[in-house]
């Protein structure tokens, strides 16, 4: 029997704009409060079908949620709806290599 997949990954083959976000410290719910619920926003300003939130986890960001697109536009949007949201950077952890950026970017 074929098992279908997640739906996360099914979003990250179609969704052209990804961008990873550090989960707020304490939650969405304590960080945002229950009046400001990103899927609400997404519905509202965005419509379904053009945007949505994963989970994800990294060694190197902890975890997080993926913030997926249509457009650049609307994750732009997305962000200064939500300034309580970090960019999930990897590249300034220690553990970082590359061969432009040694030992990560402090």
């Known amino acids: 029997m074929r098992r279908s997949s997640p739906q996360s990954k099914v979003d990250e083959r179609a969704y052209p704009v990804r961008v990873l976000l550090r989960a707020p410290p304490d939650g969405w719910l304590l960080a945002l409060g229950p009046t400001r619920e990103p899927f609400d926003w997404i519905r509202q300003h965005l419509g379904l079908g053009n945007a949505t939130i994963h989970t994800w986890r ?3 960001t902890g975890e ?3 913030l ?3 457009s650049v536009d609307d994750a732009a ?4 709806a939500f300034p309580e949201f970090e960019l999930a950077d ?3 952890a220690q553990t970082y290599t ?3 950026v040694s ?3 402090r």
């Open 103 to 105: 030992r990560g970017r």
């Open 68 to 70: 997926y697109c249509r």
């Open 64 to 66: 997080g949620h993926a």
């Open 98 to 100: 590359s061969p432009h």
């Open 77 to 80: 949007r997305f962000l200064a």
């Open 90 to 92: 990897g590249t300034v």
């Open 58 to 60: 990294s060694p190197h």
